[in-house]
Antibody, heavy 119, light 112 residues
């Protein structure tokens, strides 16, 4: 069965760039849609962005120009970068799979990785 | 963005009794195709969320039939007909009609 595993730095300093990777095992990146969702005590669940294996992407404009997603089909990974982080970006970041655009079943999810923004 | 407002935020329930969670959207979440992309998710303690209900009232595969969803327009309800111990957790509504998808703040269900 398909499993997702997020990886990232754990601790990021304010104003720096957060980089997260989600590794897909037990299945292929294609032809699915891949999402990033975060969960913080202050804002609950927040949808960040999606991308498919062809590079089509949609970003939550709440993050303005701070986010970028990429997919590496050769490594079966997809990534998220979030620039100019502040304490408000402290959250558990999840990656998730969707079978089609707008389905939002998110099956499976990764276990989540906690990112803390602090100096 | 569409704001999803849930009530109550905390719901103590007795095993075997029914439970009901409400969700209201800041505007109608009926899409131009006539469908309403309103989902319900369950997050058990220490786990990632999982979807229970899509398009208001359709259960995802493997979801027990004690879970049901209803509603239209801006008002939606998730019902558990007879609460079991494994139902403890936080429940979220989520609209997928408008970009970006947005979640309610969550309702914590606990056994009294």
């Amino acid at each position: 069965q398909v499993q997702l595993q997020e990886s990232g730095p754990g601790l990021v300093k304010p104003s720096e760039t957060l980089a997260l990777t989600c590794t897909v095992s037990g299945g292929s990146i294609s032809p699915y849609f891949w999402s990033w969702i975060r969960q913080s005590p202050g804002k609950g669940l927040e949808y960040i962005a999606y991308m498919n294996s062809s590079g089509d992407a949609g970003y939550n404009l709440s993050f303005r120009s701070r986010i970028t997603m990429s997919v590496d089909t050769s490594k079966n990974q997809f990534s998220l970068t979030l620039s100019s982080v502040t304490a408000a970006d402290t959250a558990v970041y999840y990656c998730a799979r969707d079978v089609s655009y707008g389905d939002y079943r998110f099956d499976p999810w990764g276990q989540g990785t906690l990112v803390t923004v602090s100096s | 963005d569409i704001v999803m407002t849930q009530s109550p935020l905390s719901l103590p329930v007795t095993l075997g009794q029914p439970a009901s969670i409400s969700c209201r959207s800041s505007q109608s979440v009926v899409y131009t195709d006539g469908n309403t992309y309103l989902n319900w998710f369950q997050q058990r303690p220490g786990q990632s969320p999982r979807r229970l209900i899509y398009q208001v009232s359709n259960r995802d595969s493997g979801v027990p039939d004690r879970f049901s969803g209803s509603g239209s327009g801006i008002d939606f309800t998730l019902r558990i007909s007879s609460v079991e111990a494994e139902d403890v957790g936080v429940y979220y509504c989520m609209q997928g009609t408008y970009w970006p998808p947005t979640f309610g703040q969550g309702t914590k269900v606990e056994i009294e």
